[in-house]
């Protein structure tokens, strides 16, 4: 059973960097599967940010690609997430998770519990 | 890409139907049959309900069923329960490698 858990810090400051790794148990990051992050702001919908393949092959919601990057630790079995220059509206709860099949079709089948971060002076 | 349209809201009494619909283009919904969807409870993750349209992941009941026409996808959940009450949403593969999610609906059994 793929478990993924997302750590990083609750509070950002504006122009600042946030980032945020997913540690994944019970599988590896490398098994052929896409890993992701998605958002949920405060009383708004799901926001897919970025997917990537342990490869490095990686794709960006184009709204957000140029202040994105996502990339993958194999030798800690753990995958993370850049967003910098954020501001008030990068304030979410963020989520990584794995795809349900080795295409990238963008169907997400193990969640992680999710994050908040601020972002706030 | 833009959010594909969902209903803010719908409801229904328990043993009813509920469907919602789930609205984009041809770029997206219309254009590939990768259409998923996902419940989501107050504090919890997301759960994958659909996948594919219309196929269910293991341990859904099969009160939850999804269907497509044209570039609008629907959600139907069956003999509703209380426990069904939460938020869902669609999403959809948007070509070019980007995914798509709708703007969410809250059901609420009355």
């Known amino acids: 059973q793929v478990q993924l858990q997302e750590s990083g810090p609750g509070l950002v400051k504006p122009s600042e960097t946030l980032s945020l790794t997913c540690a994944v148990s019970?599988?590896?990051?490398?098994?052929?599967?896409?890993w992701g992050w998605i958002r949920r702001p405060p009383g708004k919908g799901l926001e897919w940010i970025g997917s990537?393949?342990?490869?490095?092959?990686?794709y960006y919601n184009p709204s957000l690609k140029s202040r994105v990057t996502i990339s993958v630790d194999t030798s800690k079995n753990q995958f993370s997430l850049k967003l910098n220059s954020v501001t008030a509206a990068d304030t979410a709860i963020y989520y990584c998770?794995?795809?349900?099949?080795?295409?990238?079709?963008?169907?997400?089948?193990?969640w992680g519990q999710g994050t908040l971060v601020t972002v706030s002076s | 890409q833009s959010a594909l349209t969902q209903p803010p809201s719908a409801s229904g009494s328990p043993g009813q139907s509920v469907t919602i619909s789930c609205t984009g283009s041809?770029?997206?919904?219309?254009?590939?049959?990768?259409v998923s969807w996902y419940q989501q409870h107050p504090g919890k993750a997301p759960k994958l309900i659909i996948y594919?349209?219309?196929k269910r992941p293991s341990g859904v009941p099969d009160r939850f069923s999804g269907s497509k026409s044209g570039s609008t996808a629907s959600l139907t959940v069956s003999g509703l329960q209380a426990e069904d009450e939460s938020d869902y949403y669609c999403?959809?593969?948007?070509?070019?490698?980007?995914?798509?999610f709708g703007t969410g609906t809250k059901v609420t059994v009355l």
């Open positions: 998770a794995q795809t349900r099949s080795t295409a990238w079709y963008g169907d997400f089948d193990y």
């Open positions: 019970g599988y590896s990051v490398t098994s052929g599967y896409y």
């Open positions: 990537m393949f342990h490869s490095g092959i990686s």
């Open positions: 041809s770029s997206d919904v219309g254009g590939y049959n990768h």
């Open positions: 594919e349209v219309n």
């Open positions: 999403s959809s593969y948007a070509g070019s490698n980007n995914l798509a």
